[in-house]
């Protein structure tokens, strides 16, 4: 798509949300050199619903979403570089399946409190501590983790993928890996549902613990009281409050819905009669809905917002693909290994 179509397209997104317009406004021919450059240089542009509005929309609508919907984009891409506007595990996870592509991310120190301190050693802990049971590795983990598991999954498919393993494996155990709280969510679920598996994740069996950083941010308390000062009971019709997996169980059980980030847009568009809604999860994904969904108030509280995440500019958009630097690599043995797991996901419909 030519570069004007696609700064049309951005500005008539944007223009009725006030601050973010007026901030395209004073960046419009930084995003103008960035979609030449991307246009020049053939660069597919995926972007995380967590992106700051600016960086989301630079990404064309199919290219914006969730780590499993841009993991099954990056499997199918063409182009030969790739710009992950993400953290550096999303990018890693592109890399694996698109070996002989450059995959750039802006900036290489985008971390994650789940992968940062989480490594193959680890992993090899649990495999040693509880044999023959299949290792489901959320995607928020580095490339050595992924190749000693034997499943990759995502919030959006967490479930299938450990119900799946555990029927592979012909047992009703599973190591998921490396966040306790989504760990302890997935158990809680299979039991509404009456399913038996025993999940065993970071804390439930030993002292270690994964957590997401910003998710652990939300409490029960904070929910109850958010419910009381913006008038959202729960239950309503017109209002909803919304959680992220990575959320706390107490967080979940007081929630209107839970799910992946891609699942909560799903569920305001299956609500149409929503007029506020409160998302329990990183503060931009409110902001990225909020030009998609015009009717529907968004109560934020951006104090709550992903570090990582943030790290992503468009100066340093600019000037990696400028420059073409920021590239990410995998060594061939590990890569190899990874994909494995990864693939094993994405083969799951
Ligand atoms: P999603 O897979 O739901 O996009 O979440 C990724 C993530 O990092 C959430 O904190
Ligand atoms: Fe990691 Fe949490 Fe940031 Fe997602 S929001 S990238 S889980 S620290």
């Known amino acids: 798509m030519q570069t004007k179509q696609r700064i049309d397209e951005i500005e008539s997104a944007l ?14 021919e930084k995003i103008e050199r960035i979609l030449e450059l991307q246009e020049k240089k053939d660069v597919l542009i995926l972007g995380h619903n ?13 290219y914006r979403g969730d780590s499993l919907g841009l993991s099954r984009e990056a499997a199918k891409a063409k182009n030969q570089i790739i710009l992950f506007n993400g953290v550096v595990f999303m990018a890693e996870t ?11 991310i802006s900036d290489l120190e985008a971390g994650c409190s789940l992968a940062d301190p989480f490594r193959a050693k680890d992993v090899l802990e649990y495999k040693a501590r509880f044999p023959r049971i299949p290792v489901v590795t959320y995607i928020n983990s580095y490339a050595d983790v992924k190749a000693e598991t034997d499943y990759c999954c995502t919030s959006a498919n967490a479930l299938k993928v450990v119900e799946h393993a555990a029927k592979e494996f012909g047992v009703d155990r599973v190591i998921f890996l490396p966040d306790s709280f989504m760990g302890k969510n997935i158990e809680d679920e299979f ?6 598996i025993d999940v065993i994740y970071p804390g439930k069996y030993d002292k270690n613990f994964g ?16 419910r009381k000062q913006f008038n959202m009971p729960k239950n309503a019709t017109s209002t909803a409050v ?13 929630a209107d819905f839970y799910g992946s980030t891609t699942g909560m847009g799903r569920y305001l568009k299956a609500h149409p009669e929503l007029k506020k809604a409160y998302l329990a999860t990183e503060c931009e994904m409110a ?30 958009i600019l000037h990696g693909l400028e420059n073409e630097v920021y590239e ?6 590990i890569r190899r290994k990874a994909l494995v797991s990864i693939e094993r996901m994405l083969a799951l419909k």
């Open 328 to 333: 990410v690599f995998v060594e061939e043995s």
């Open 287 to 316: 902001a990225n809905l909020a030009s998609e969904f015009p009717n529907i108030e968004f109560v934020r509280a951006c104090s709550i917002f992903c570090q990582h995440m943030r790290k992503i500019t468009l100066d340093k």
């Open 242 to 254: 919304l959680a992220h997996w990575e959320c706390r169980s107490e967080v979940l059980r007081e």
């Open 211 to 226: 957590r997401c950083e910003v998710h652990e941010k939300f409490t029960l308390e904070m929910i109850i009281d958010i």
């Open 50 to 62: 967590y992106m700051i509005p600016l960086v989301y929309q630079l990404s064309g609508q199919q």
């Open 94 to 104: 592109a890399k694996i399946l698109n070996p002989e592509k450059k995959v750039l």
């Open 191 to 196: 039991n509404l549902e009456g399913k038996k």
């Open 15 to 28: 223009k009725s949300e006030g601050d973010q317009y007026l901030d395209f406004l004073a960046n419009k």
